[in-house]
């Protein structure tokens, strides 16, 4: 069974810092493009960053950009996102999620992946 299991979420101050964890499960997804998402009360779900399938490009919304990055960790199956400068309006459940077959092109859709992480929750106060 294919499990995305999030962590690190919390609250945080804004301009402080937080690394989230994807620990992956059940196969690999070392070739397999990647993303994270995030949803705010009352919005869609809401593309932040994503992972090309190699792991050698990796692109942002214009939101997080400068601000948050994205890794992955072949060695322990796991996605990371690296987020500095927190803002109040970064505030939203984030989750991660995983392309099934390898080597395909990169995506910005969440309808485009296919394993989806259950969220964890990032609070930050102004």
């Known amino acids: 069974q294919v499990q995305l299991v999030e962590s690190g979420g919390g609250l945080v101050q804004a301009g402080g810092s937080l690394r989230l964890s994807c620990a992956a499960s059940?196969?690999?997804?070392?070739?397999?493009?990647m993303g994270w998402f995030r949803q705010a009360p009352g919005n869609g779900r809401e593309f932040v960053a994503g992972l090309s399938w190699s792991g050698a490009s990796t692109y942002y919304a214009d939101s997080v950009k400068g601000r948050f990055t994205i890794s992955r960790d072949n060695a322990k199956n796991t996605l990371f996102l690296q987020m500095n400068s927190l803002k109040p309006e970064d505030t939203a459940v984030y989750y991660c999620?995983?392309?099934?077959?390898?080597?395909?092109?990169?995506?910005?859709?969440?309808?485009?992946?296919?394993?989806w992480g259950q969220g964890t929750q990032v609070t930050v106060s102004s």
């Open positions: 999620a995983a392309d099934r077959i390898a080597g395909r092109p990169s995506k910005t859709s969440w309808d485009d992946f296919d394993y």
């Open positions: 059940g196969r690999t997804f070392s070739s397999s493009a």
